[in-house]
């Protein structure tokens, strides 16, 4: 019994000198981090209806991305209306997703309207040098006899990297 025992441990110690003689394996891996510029987005100018002077009848008044007014029926529109206009600023020719409000609520204080709103662009690539702009239009919904005064509202867009 003791050769039997001496031969396995002979056995073992053969196969673990092995083991403890072959060569390490090695992989690698990349480390790697893309960094991006903080989004920066700048309201130039506000979304402006112009000066409306309301109907009987309820109606729409709508500007474009483009800043072009449509006076709806009814109603008599004069005066300067512009696109409301953000700038945006990020890392060259990056690519953004545009998003925000879609209706803004205006008030005089009293009373309220409401205008749908509209984006020129849902995203896309910032320029080489990083920049980029989204224009915002809209529809106002005004009542039958809308009450006058200076209404106000406000509304947000977002912009993030895709």
């Known amino acids: 019994m003791n050769r039997a025992f001496a031969g ?48 009987a ?46 209706s803004v609520t205006l008030s005089n204080g009293a009373t309220t309207m409401t205008a749908s709103l509209v984006r020129s662009s849902a995203g896309g690539a910032l320029s080489a040098t990083g920049t980029g702009s989204v224009t915002v239009g809209g529809t106002l919904s005004l009542a039958a006899n809308q009450a006058d005064g200076v209404y106000t509202g406000t509304f947000n867009v977002s912009v993030d990297y895709q």
């Open 57 to 102: 009848a309820a109606s729409t008044v709508a500007i474009s991305t483009a800043g072009a007014r449509t006076c709806g029926a009814g109603l008599t529109c004069t005066g300067t209306t512009t696109a409301a206009n953000f700038n945006i600023t990020g890392t060259n020719n990056a690519v953004v997703t545009i998003t925000g409000d879609n």
């Open 8 to 55: 396995a441990l002979f056995a073992a110690a053969a196969l673990s000198a092995g083991a403890a003689n072959a060569a390490p394996v090695t992989a690698s891996a990349t480390a790697r981090a893309n960094i991006l510029q903080q989004i920066t987005v700048t309201n130039t100018s506000d979304l402006d209806f112009g000066t409306i002077v309301s109907g």
